[in-house]
């Protein structure tokens, strides 16, 4: 089996990269470099062209200076059209090594495309009219660093540049926005204040022309060579599967359609899926972007790897911020709500804090600080089913105790299971329940030890830390899903609408 696990580099493939060229040209150029604005086109031009030399087509880039600017600075080795996606020339990509051709070495068995209709068109003046949010550029990002992303392969095999390699799994994402989210990284902004407006990507309503909910149908790619090529794999003796790869960031607003049967087989990871109403044995949660992320020293994980933390850590239970838990009124009224059903187990002395993001902390530690040093986070539920905290549980190294009914969580559970990871009860069960748990753990040195390693280690460091790793994570869900391994999703599922016991409600 080919080896494509990804070694991380959070400082260089993490989002943090993304921030300074936030900065770059914002005061466009100096008044001497717009004296030589037709020199610059003309060093721009030839280095593109002598880039592109594997390219069947040259790029046409927008006009304006300051993104001409940033184009200098960002090109490098660049085999993508999408001149606003970051591109690192010190990833090793395994598809555009010399081991793929030769018949000596197998090539990987897993292929990650982008197509071509929207921001990564070939006119990139018509390219930052696509809308994309930003949320959605830093998975996007994460997905042209991958190892296994093959830039120019989608283009290449609808021209027939290439044959199809066979033995492989395709994993095809659209260049088309798909991720709403209006919470991240300004929470309560709105899609409008968290869209990329990166190189000038245009903030007009018509940007939204381009958008995709559940199906790309319009799109036509059912008929494309490659997912041609997949309905008659049998008749052609091919060994090859190809899913087109969706997000779905909304809080609330499950596709109705059966992925699996669809045309092309669509798989679609969902920030707040529910349960039942989902294709659980194709799609998959989206790990929530961290609004707050903990970086812990190497000291810290250290005594993660040691068992230390178990015991070195001050406090038992941290929750911090709102206690909203969704509007099933009818259920609150029964069972209370995930968060609030803690608020009177606060105690000081019991080092269990459970209070108002707005309170004064224990002893004027910062949140962050308070998450590095917690053993337990409590990451019930709010709005919706999925929680922004859970996330920051996990960059923390504490154990998170979720409460949530029907959420469908992070990844696929072929790759990741959550019971080794962090405490899942019912809603109903938040509260006094959900501290017998943490009491029990508390008993069992060993056990919460090697819970929270699971967590740290298995799961935040491989595929949460960067958005390369989430990638990762998502693919290799679906390429286990692809040899035939199955598993169901853990976490508490509803068996009835009619169930008192369960918040079937998103909201």
């Known amino acids: 089996m080919f080896d494509h696990t990804v070694h991380h580099v959070p400082e260089l493939l993490g989002r943090q990269m993304i921030v300074p060229w936030t900065e770059l040209g914002r005061g466009g150029l100096s008044s001497r470099c717009k004296t030589s604005v037709g020199a610059i086109i003309l060093l ?55 081991n793929t051709t030769s018949p000596s070495k197998n090539p990987p068995s897993t292929m990650i495309l982008m197509t071509s209709y929207g921001w990564n068109g070939p006119n990139q003046t018509e390219g930052l009219l696509y809308a994309r949010s930003i949320r959605e550029r830093e998975l996007y990002t994460g997905l042209v660093n991958h190892p296994l992303f093959h830039p120019t392969a989608w283009n290449d095999i609808e021209n027939k540049v290439i044959d199809i ?240 009914d029907n959420y469908m969580l992070p990844f696929r559970p072929e790759l990741i299971s959550w019971e080794k990871c962090a405490i899942l009860l019912p809603e109903k069960d938040a509260g006094d329940v959900g501290m017998e748990h943490m009491q029990l753990l508390l008993s069992q040195p060993d056990k919460m030890c090697s819970m929270r390693k699971y967590c740290y280690f298995e799961i935040y460091k491989k595929y949460i830390e960067t958005d390369v790793g989430i990638i990762d994570g998502l693919v290799k869900g679906l390429d286990l899903v692809a040899q035939g391994n199955t598993a169901k999703f853990q976490g508490f599922k509803c068996n009835h609408t009619e169930d008192l016991g369960c918040n079937n409600l998103r909201r």
């Not at 592109?52 to 085999?79: C, G, Y």
């Open 44 to 98: 721009v031009s030839l280095s593109i062209l002598m880039q592109l030399k594997n390219l069947r087509t040259a790029i046409t880039f927008p006009k304006q200076s300051s993104v001409l600017s940033r184009i200098v600075e960002l090109w490098h080795d660049r085999l993508i059209y999408d001149v606003s996606l970051p591109w690192y020339s010190t990833v090793d990509r395994l598809w555009l090594e010399d």
């Open 165 to 404: 390699p066979n033995n492989t799994n395709y994993y095809v994402f659209l260049d088309r926005m798909s991720c709403t989210e209006g919470n991240y990284p300004i929470y309560g902004g709105g899609i409008t204040q968290n869209k990329d407006y990166e190189f000038g990507r245009t903030p007009d309503k018509e940007s939204w022309e381009g958008f995709v909910a559940c199906s790309a149908n319009h799109l036509g790619l059912e008929t494309t060579r490659l997912f041609q090529a997949v309905k008659e794999k049998d008749k052609n003796h091919l060994n090859i599967n190809a899913s087109l790869m969706l997000f779905n960031c909304k809080g609330w607003g499950d596709c109705k359609q059966d992925g699996k049967n669809a045309d092309p087989p669509t798989s679609i990871a969902y920030l707040s899926g529910t349960l039942q109403k989902v294709n659980e044995d194709f799609d998959q949660g989206l790990i929530p972007p961290p609004g707050k992320r903990t970086i812990l020293t190497l000291e810290e994980e250290e005594s993660i790897q040691s068992c230390k933390a178990d015991t070195e850590r001050e406090f038992n239970v941290v929750y911090i911020g709102n206690f909203r838990s969704g509007r099933n009124s009818d259920f609150h009224e029964r069972h209370g709500g995930a968060r609030h059903s803690y608020l009177e187990h606060h105690n000081t002395t019991q080092k269990i804090i459970v209070q108002n993001a707005n309170d004064p902390k224990p002893t004027g530690l910062s949140y962050t600080d308070m998450m590095r040093s917690t053993k337990f986070a409590l990451v019930p539920r709010g709005d919706n089913k999925f929680s922004y905290r859970f996330s920051e549980a996990l960059s923390a190294g504490a154990i998170p105790v979720y409460h949530g």
